[in-house]
């Protein structure tokens, strides 16, 4: 079974063809998109740098969290939208470009990373919030992260020019 019917379909949907044909639209949409990415990457910076044992602000690690983790999730919804629309309107070639398809990847691991991290690297961080040194599984998980959504960025920035 392939793919390419339904990214055929996705790209003949209206709100496809119109973001396509558009003068204003899909550059609308990038805008919000790259807005949100740069919201979700940079508070993401953060939460990685502080796992990697940077301070500063005197904030412990989970408050950090609990600060800026729905600040992130609710950037990432919006990106997760707008990249949705902006892959509409030109939906086989982009899901045959080797950029695209190397952003998922490290979106993927980003999100492995992560989820690992909260399900068994944080358990203990009472232990460890105020150590000036974090444990090394979590200046591993940060490290981890940083790569991936650097990653995330330049494919991102890349798929234009492979298009």
């Excluded at 339904?6 to 119109?18: I, R, T």
Aim: aromatic content about 10%; overall charge positive; glycine content about 6%.
């Amino acid at each position: 079974m392939t793919l390419q019917p339904l990214l055929a379909a996705l790209e003949a949907q209206p709100f496809a063809q119109a973001i396509r044909e558009g003068t204003f639209l899909f550059p609308a949409i990038e805008c919000v998109h790259v807005l949100a990415v740069v919201i979700v990457v940079g508070v993401v910076f953060l939460m990685d740098l502080r796992l990697l044992g940077g301070r500063a602000h005197s904030a412990s690690l989970r408050r950090l969290l609990a600060d800026a983790v729905p600040c992130a999730w609710t950037a990432f919804a919006v990106a997760l939208v707008t990249g949705f629309l902006l892959f509409s309107s030109s939906a086989t070639t982009y899901a045959a470009n080797p950029a695209f398809q190397l952003k998922f990847v490290a979106m993927a691991a980003a999100g492995l990373n992560m989820a690992l991290f909260h399900g068994l690297g944080l358990k203990d961080a009472a232990t460890w919030d105020a150590a000036a040194k974090p444990p090394r599984s979590a200046r591993i998980a940060g490290l981890v992260s940083l790569a991936c959504w650097v990653v995330v960025v330049a494919s991102g920035r890349w798929i234009g020019f492979l298009a």
